[in-house]
């Protein structure tokens, strides 16, 4: 007789060959002892730098068609390596800044390459590179006027911004923009102009947001939204309730992150995904209003380092749930009409206020089963890739170890280190501290702020 196969359509067969592959790595885990365990859970720290390093000195023939995205190379290689506490050296670091100086238009921004179109997102990953290399050389290598002038001839009618002359606009575009303007310190009323109208119109019945009005809801463009209207103050202009709705449903049993309903979980939104949280944790009186109650932060602040059970968890979710329908609730102060005559916000500093502010609300994700997803599944001997069966790459890399710092600091203020219960592993494991509205690390930025605003 012949043995009995399970069918079902791709997506379920997909899901079922990755379930069987993460419960045999954490069954091959929990039958250790606990010794064996935490070698098992090493953060492979001078194997991955050495990966990084490697790939920003040369690349083979098959990056290629990567030709267009070079800024982001850059950003993938040098962002995990300062999150990691480490830094190229000298010579390295001259080097990218004069290609990334090769890179920049005469009319402003960054192209994917010298000669090549100006672009939003190279242009987000070239400022982010120079910050992240720091010093007076790279910063001073970004010209800020033509950086303006460029994200203004990007700004269109709708509110939202174009990725190139002549390109599509989305909510993507809205972030890259605003986010350099903000780091950079020339963000202003012209960039800002009826933005907070396009991006809450992306916000879907599920609570997520799209690339676009009337598209699927994605965890990458949800980083992007919230990020945006946080740098603009207008963050109430969204429905925090339903967003947090639709992010706790987000990570899975395996522990990461999926990026959209259905879809099967991807170690690059342990950070898109991950970020959004404790965004949101910051946001405690914006949700209180939206919800109708006194404080937000009198929910009960707890940390996923305790261990809550999941029954908790879900008590949390319907709290939610239950909340958001009372007349009293979210739907009235989301209605609320705008006074487009209202005085201009001082847009200055957003970026340090926020981080400045109080984590209030308790972790809305499960945070060691989220390290323990990227140290178990994603981490390889050398790079992290997007799920076990599939192969390292920079890209994943990169967003995973920003994940796995989002992890680590998830249930702390400014200034303040996590406790050891923060950290699956050795506290040697810790990372350095990521800036979840920019994606750089936080001494870089401070660096940046410095000089920035002071000019």
Not at 76 to 102: K, Q, S, Y
Request: with cysteine; charged share 20%; aromatic share 10%.
């Amino acid at each position: 007789m012949e043995s009995m196969v399970m069918k079902g359509p791709k997506t379920q067969e997909d899901q079922w060959m990755l379930n069987h592959k993460v419960y045999t790595i954490y069954s091959q885990f929990h039958s250790l002892p606990p010794n064996a365990q935490a070698a098992y859970l090493e953060l492979q720290r001078d194997n991955h730098i050495e990966y990084l390093t490697n790939g920003l000195k040369k690349l083979g023939p098959s990056f290629t068609v990567l030709d267009a995205n070079r800024p982001w190379l850059c950003y993938w290689i040098l962002h995990p390596i300062a999150v990691m506490g480490d830094c190229v050296d000298e010579e390295l670091a001259n080097n990218t800044i004069d290609f990334l100086r090769r890179c920049q238009d005469p009319d402003g921004g960054y192209g994917g390459g010298p000669g090549q179109l100006p672009h939003l997102a190279t242009t987000y990953a070239a400022v982010n590179s120079l910050i992240t290399l720091g010093g007076e050389k790279s910063l001073s290598s970004i010209d800020r006027g033509k950086v303006y002038s460029f994200l203004l001839r990007m700004k269109d009618a709708s509110g939202g911004f174009r990725m190139h002359d002549g390109g599509e606009f989305d909510v993507r575009a809205c972030y890259t923009a605003i986010s350099v303007a903000s780091v950079l310190n020339i963000l202003d009323d012209k960039l800002v102009k009826n933005l907070g109208d396009y991006i809450s119109s992306c916000q879907t019945d599920e609570g997520g947001i799209a690339g676009e009005p009337g598209s699927e809801a994605h965890g990458g463009y949800a980083f992007c939204g919230l990020a945006a209207l946080i740098l603009i103050d207008e963050v109430h202009r969204l429905d925090l309730p339903r967003l947090i709705d639709c992010l706790v449903f987000r990570q899975g049993w395996e522990g990461g992150f999926q990026g959209r309903t259905n879809k099967l979980v991807d170690g690059c939104y342990s950070f898109w995904q991950g970020a959004v949280a404790v965004m949101i944790q910051k946001l405690d009186s914006v949700l209180a209003q939206q919800l109708g109650v006194p404080n937000a932060g009198d929910w009960g602040y707890y940390s996923e380092s305790d261990h809550d059970s999941a029954a908790s968890d879900q008590s949390d979710v319907q709290e939610f749930a239950e909340r958001t329908s009372e007349p009293n609730g979210v739907a009235c102060n989301l209605n609320q009409e705008e006074d487009n005559d209202s005085p201009s916000v001082n847009l200055t500093d957003a970026g340090y206020n926020f981080i400045s502010k109080t984590t209030a609300i308790g972790s809305l994700f499960n945070s060691m089963l989220l390290q323990q997803y990227i140290l178990l599944c994603s981490q390889e001997e050398q790079g992290f890739r997007d799920k076990p069966g599939k192969r390292r790459d920079y890209y994943h890399t990169c967003y995973c170890l920003s994940g796995l710092s989002i992890c680590q600091y998830c249930s702390v203020d400014l200034n303040s280190p996590p406790f050891c219960r923060d950290v699956l592993g050795p506290y040697t494991f810790l990372l350095e501290q990521v800036h979840p509205l920019y994606g750089i690390v936080l001494d870089r930025y401070n660096e940046a702020r410095d000089i920035f605003s002071k000019s």
